[in-house]
């Protein structure tokens, strides 16, 4: 009996060991990230899931970030998306969305290997103010211009975050400014983007079909 234990708490121990080896991932993101009972903290507002005639994905499985973890061998560490989100401080109908921004939720990624930041798509449906390129000394009404948000959001996550790899996912069909602005906004700071390519939507947002293509094509980045 005494070997029996001695085994299984071995094979327990190695099953742990296993599991911390594997690297964590954070999202940061926005609706496409989202769904019912999978966003920290769960006031955060969520899109997935819909009426299945409106959009097929209908279970967490089939989101783009739980396919990349599940078949690419990471862990999720958190999830802090929010549906609607922009990136900078203007929303919809240049509403005040300081209280859901990514200038503002930034800070709440745990202690991750990797983080995903997935948006612009917001900034760029709202039309928010593409303002000028901003590398420092930000106020806070500079952060209600894309530019200046999107910069002021690299550098503090490389600043709080420090050795953790960041990524930028860019979406398709967003405006050639917001696009080119995540770019050389990227390169400023070295950090690496994703432009994804050829995405299937049903109301805007990723189908089944759209979703795996982001895993897949997010999955070869990080393993490029």
Known sequence: MKRV????FGIIACMGMQAQSKRSISILGD???TFKGYVVPDTNAVW?????????VQDIRQLWWHQLIREHGYRLCQNNSFSGATICNTGYDKEDYSDRSYCTRLWYLGDPDIILVFGGT???WAHSPIGDYQYGDWERSDLYKFRPAIAY???NLQNRYPGTEIYVI??????????????????HYNVKYIELKDIEKQWGHPSQKGMKAIADQ????LEH
């Open 153 to 155: 959001l690299l550098a």
């Open 218 to 221: 997010v999955a070869a980045a």
């Open 31 to 33: 609706s496409y990230s």
């Open 5 to 8: 234990v001695i085994f299984l």
């Open 48 to 56: 997935y899931p819909q009426k299945p005639e409106n959009n097929d």
């Open 122 to 124: 917001n900034d760029s």
């Open 170 to 187: 860019i979406n398709t069909e967003l405006g050639d400014d917001v696009t080119s602005s995540m770019k050389t906004v990227c390169d």
